[in-house]
Structure formats: C-alpha cells, structure tokens
C-alpha cells in the first residue's frame, strides 16, 4: 500500500513514528515536508528516516509574523503525489495552503485522505475565529476518510465538526518513550554528580521544557515556585530559549530568585534527557494542543504538573500517583501543586510502575499498525461505497 504524508517539518518525535509505519508489511511510505524547519525549533535532524522523505520548495506566507508563524506553500505538491500514485494521503493540519492543495488533489481524484488533528476545545478562541473557521474545518472532516487525533480531546474536537467517531483513530505526538526511559535509567546512576555538574544543590528540583513564549506561562510558573514555602530549598531549572527569555531572567532577578532558578537556554532533545534524570518534578502550565514533554517526562519516571489546557492531560495523567492537573492560569492552584510535589519523595519507580499501561499504549511498533489498520479500514469501506453507488 503506497501511502503519503504531507506534514508542515520534520521533528524528532514524528519522524521515529514513521520509521514503524514504513516497517509495515505492505506499506510503501512517503513523507513531504513543507519545509526544512523553522527558526524557533533548532532542532539538529540527527535521525534517521527509513523511508522516502522529500524536504519541497516552497515558502513561508507568514514569516513577516515572526518565527513561531508559519503558513506554508509548496508548489509542487500535486507534480509529487500525482507521480507517486498513493493509494491513500495522510494530511498534517489544514492551516496551510499545502495542505489545501493536497486535499483537492485527494478529492479529485477519488484518493482517501486523513486528516491528523491535535488541536482541542479547551483553548480559549475569540469567538470571530471560531465563525471563520467552522465551515473550513466542517468541509475537511465531510471529505475526510477519517481522522488521527492525537488523543481525547482532539477526538472531542473533530466531532464537534461532524466526524463519526468510528472513523477516527488516536495516534499521539508520542516520544520514543523506550528509549527515553532506558537513558534516563542509566543516566539516574549519576544523579548526584550531574547535579553538581549544574550547580544545583541536593534538594527538590522542578524542570520546565519548553520555548519561552507567552502561552507557556513561565512567568506564572516562576510566581508560583516563589510562593510555595518548599522553594527555599529547592530548584526550578528552565530548559529552553524564546522571545521572553531577557523578560523573565529580569524577573527572576527583581524576585530574589536568580540562585534558585537556572536557565538553561535552547537543549537539542538527545540532551533534555539529561535534564530528566536528575529532576524530581515536571510542571507544563501552559495552554497548547499536546505536550510531547509531558510524556518525555513521565517515560523518564518523574511526576508531572499540567494544566486542563495541555491537550494530553485526559490520556497520559492516569493516576493522582503520576500527576497532577489544575487550572490553567491560576496561580494558587499551581502553588499548591508545587509545593505538595516537591515536599514529598518521589520514587521513579512508582511513577513507572503506574504508568505502565499508558508507557505500553505509545510504544511505537503498536501506533503504528493500529494506523495503518485504520488506512486500509478507511479505504475498504470507501470502496464498498463507491461500489454500492455504481
């Protein structure tokens, strides 16, 4: 089975997916990329791609918006996927005019498309956003084959839009959580001297990952380690780089915080798993679609903090033993959390053990051919129809 996948740019925690797919009996994969990358995710591509990848021409419409924008057109993607003959198109989103582009050519030529979402109802939208943007979205899940959201509540999200639940299937934004957890498990045998190495002390640490943007409410998050008495003696280590770095490094400075809170700048991800094994806490209170973090976290065996705003929180936080999940953007809540987490012991090994069945449920050999089952469920059942209207 020829199948292609037209996503905005390669990431270290997709691309590994794909590998799993193209080892798919049967399954001749081929990934297009809009782009190389962008300039707020540095990421160095350091892995391998066991199938056709194709990097396209093309261009950015919004790069005058800033770096964190993108809305991406590439010309020649109907030349590629008229050529490749594919039996079935996976599309990464629908804010791009690429996409558009892919889902016409889909639809005229009566190839199955599918549509990956991870987008939730749970942000906070202005309400002529959501006017605007209910019919485009209605009009892509009418002609869609089916859906991959990348978990409950972008399942949620689709249907509010009209798709049948029986088309849709989860394919999370998963980390090669195997891996991150035997790294981490021989990386914890040098805790105390990576500790040192870092100039941190020997209490409690808490560790964000992340860009340094606004909907990350780091901000909030420095208030909150400052408010909860357990910060006198613990750590808060801030892995990451973006436009509010200068504005938070100053409020450190004006809280009284600058021994207490460390920025790390930009870690190339084979290197945030260092940050895990010595951490004892993962707090993300921010709003966005999924939070890969937060299973690299919990996959390393620490406790997380999340926000009811972090679109992974209904299917990876499965137990009050693993994490927490308060409000997002109230700062007493967050403190709360904080300090009870950082009070107690935490043992990775009662993190993992809780975790299991959601650690098994991301493995990558399974997501994947649950993906391609539902491919090739998607493309039966359209053939049956198309049959029965002849």
């Known amino acids: 089975m020829r199948i292609a996948v037209v996503t ?43 199938y056709d990848a194709h990097i396209l021409p093309g261009i950015n419409l919004s790069r005058w918006r800033g770096a964190s924008a993108s809305t991406y057109w590439n010309s020649d993607i109907v030349n590629r996927l008229r050529a490749g003959q594919f ?78 639940p029986s088309t849709l299937a989860h394919v999370p934004n998963a980390p090669d959580v195997e891996m991150i957890a035997a790294k981490t498990s021989d990386l914890r045998s040098r805790r105390n001297h990576l500790r040192r190495e870092h100039g941190l002390d020997d209490g409690p640490v808490a560790l964000f990952v992340g860009r340094l943007i606004p909907m990350k409410r780091v901000d909030l998050l420095i208030r909150a ?33 600058t021994s207490r809170v460390h920025f790390v700048g930009f870690a190339q991800p084979s290197q945030v798993v260092e940050w895990y094994s010595l951490a004892d806490l993962f707090v993300l209170p921010s709003s966005e679609p999924w939070g890969v973090v937060v299973l690299e976290a919990l996959a390393a065996g620490l406790p997380v903090i999340v926000t009811d705003q972090v679109g992974c929180h209904p299917d990876v ?9 308060v409000p997002a953007g109230r ?60």
């Open 317 to 325: 936080v499965n137990s009050p033993l693993v994490g927490d999940i």
């Open 225 to 257: 380690f400052q408010a909860a008495p357990v910060s006198q003696s613990a750590d808060l280590v801030i892995v990451g780089d973006g436009p509010m770095r200068s504005e938070l490094e100053a409020m450190v400075a004006d809280l009284g915080l």
């Open 87 to 164: 039996e079935a198109i996976i599309i990464g989103g629908y804010n791009h005019v690429t996409m558009w582009a892919a889902m016409r050519f889909a639809k005229r030529q009566g190839i199955p498309f599918f549509l990956m979402c991870e987008s939730h109802l749970k942000k906070e939208r202005q309400s002529w956003k959501r006017w605007v943007k209910r019919p485009v979205v209605q009009w892509v899940v009418k002609h869609a084959a089916g859906g991959f959201p990348t978990g409950t509540l972008a399942g949620r999200y689709l249907e509010s839009y009209g798709a049948q």
């Open 331 to 390: 700062i007493e809540e967050l403190t709360a959390a904080l300090q009870r987490r950082l009070s107690q012991a935490n043992v990775c090994s009662t993190v993992q053990k809780e975790w299991a069945p959601v650690f098994q449920s991301l493995c990558y050999n399974r997501i994947a051919h649950n993906f391609v089952q539902n491919i090739r469920t998607g493309n039966a059942c359209r053939t049956t129809s198309v049959t029965g209207a002849h």
């Open 8 to 50: 905005p740019i390669p990431t270290p925690y997709r691309d590994p997916f794909w590998n799993e797919v193209a080892r798919v009996p049967g399954v001749e994969l081929s990934v297009f990329y809009c782009s190389a990358g962008k300039t707020d995710r540095p990421w160095e591509s350091e892995w391998d791609c066991d």
